[in-house]
């Protein structure tokens, strides 16, 4: 049997046809529209499922079921988004709708949660039943695996990791709240540092490169060349994310902490020092339960694979 | 069927049977004794389970289960207490010898946990199946209940809830790390802050009447009688708990969160604010997903009805 997995993002919806090992066997990929109704928005979802299908020469009665990603708060239990700014979409019952017109099961999850259960299924946590996924970008996002099956807690709600303290009325966040760890630890968080320490230390060269438009990269490209305000912008926010790693493990002890998004790539230069913080710091520190802590492997592809693995 | 539990302490080991409703039926307390080899205390947990069968006129093949809850680290899937300073036990196979005796399954997790579990099956969080415990002591800790079960995670390590972060860098605390909630929420912490705020208003209600030995009562007795300095300490207080209940709406959305401990007998007094706390600061405010949040109820019976739920 197969399964199809939905991308639904704010600016392209991606779909795919996944076979028993999760492997994606079709895809295809139109653009959302999100200033348009929910309603054509759903057609055009289901159009491309349509298309994805005959590219895999496949029926939808070959798919076990069908899996939604889609940006928000989602009610999975109804199939309802519930609130997801991006699309405009205010408690659209998007699981029914498609369910009428496939006859097969659809579900719902938001999309941090997805992209957690794809590594596990197919990614670098595979077989893992007790994980976590931290992405770092804009904001950061989370998705707690529990027992194999995505932990969202009452309404869908949980997994809002960027949004535990790192510091108690600290710096201001986007949640309204102060001090929350994407305060510190997004990728927005480390472009605001690199600011900062360019304008604190304007004889480094960080301050000298910093080109007009500065991104999570710029602090990375200047430690490359050698300068020691880099490189402490660098290992501050290593802290900043590794604390919050620890927390997660003091907190829910799992078997593996996945990160993911751009920073990510960064690889061992930034996995190496979080390591090293989340043994010094844990309960119980070096005898403590310290998980595996890797980059998520997925990319792109995570969104139709956790979705179809619903 | 009947269920027996058992309370493992450093001073008591509580015995009880419980029926399917989980009231405790026949119970029976006999010292610990930890000073002794781990196979003694095991010997006189037995005879004190025969005890109770014999109070409540059963055998143990009327009995389902047994259940052991422990202090310290417990690795529930193995039946061993890994690490239990207060008992000296490393390392001790107690489900197995207790098996050997009674030839029914026995379970063990820590006390915390059970703890949890039992508001769950007979105290305030009945029929709640994903709620935290939060218990104010010497320390903070904590039991996490998702999906109807115990959520300890990898090695049973997890819900160590006292050691997430409030301050990063901020006070120290007894696990090594500096910043803890514990360090801040804790009754240990109340009583610091208490004798700070004394000290810092010498001329106040609080100072005057600061005795020998101070506990968490104090304070709230000096603002019993309407002394400012007292009140500002419990508010500020509070709003430690609350940031900490907070953490966990936006990570876990449990339905419910209880708070355990001596000062849970404050009531409202603290109940009331924490909740405004958190109805102000997780994610979404008003409309985020606000759990229940209530003083837990099952007191020093919570230890053997948890033991017997698990």
């Not at 989602?74 to 709708?97: H, K, Q």
């Not at 997004?186 to 320490?197: D, F, G, N, V, W």
Request: proline letters at 4%; hydrophobic letters at 45%.
């Amino acid at each position: 049997m197969y399964r199809i997995g939905i991308d639904l993002g704010g600016t392209n919806i991606a779909v795919g046809v996944v076979n028993e090992n999760y492997e994606i066997v079709a895809q295809h990929s139109v653009p959302t529209g999100a200033e348009r109704p929910a309603a054509e928005v759903i057609a055009d979802m289901g159009s491309a499922v349509e298309t994805v299908l005959a590219k895999a020469g496949l029926t939808a009665a070959d798919c076990e079921s069908m899996g939604i990603g889609s940006p928000g708060t989602c009610d999975s239990e109804n199939g309802v988004v519930v609130r997801a700014y991006n699309l405009n979409w205010f408690d659209v019952p998007v699981c029914r709708m498609l369910e009428e017109r496939f006859h097969i099961p659809v579900y719902l999850s938001n999309d941090a949660n997805c992209a957690a259960l794809a590594e596990t299924v197919a990614g670098a946590a595979r077989g893992c039943r007790n994980m976590v996924l931290i992405t770092l970008g804009t904001g950061v996002g989370g998705g707690i695996i529990i027992d194999g099956k995505i932990h969202a807690g009452m309404r869908s709600a949980g997994a809002e990791m960027g949004h535990v303290l790192l510091v108690l009325d600290g710096e201001p966040c986007t949640c309204g709240r102060r001090g929350c760890w994407e305060a510190y630890a997004s990728a927005t968080a480390l472009i605001r540092q690199t600011k900062e320490a360019a304008k604190a230390h304007p004889t480094s060269l960080l301050a000298k490169i910093l080109p007009e438009e500065i991104t999570g990269r710029t602090v990375f490209d200047a430690a490359d060349q050698g300068d020691a305000v880099a490189e402490e912008v660098i290992r501050r926010y290593c802290v900043y994310i590794a604390a919050g790693f620890t927390d997660l493990v003091n907190a829910l002890a799992p078997e593996m902490i996945l990160l993911g998004g751009g920073i990510s790539r960064q690889g061992e230069r930034i996995l190496e020092p979080i390591r090293a913080y989340v043994a010094d710091n844990c309960f119980g520190q070096h005898e403590g339960a310290i998980p595996v802590i890797q980059a998520a492997q997925l990319g792109n592809e995570a969104g139709i694979i956790g979705a179809a693995a619903l």
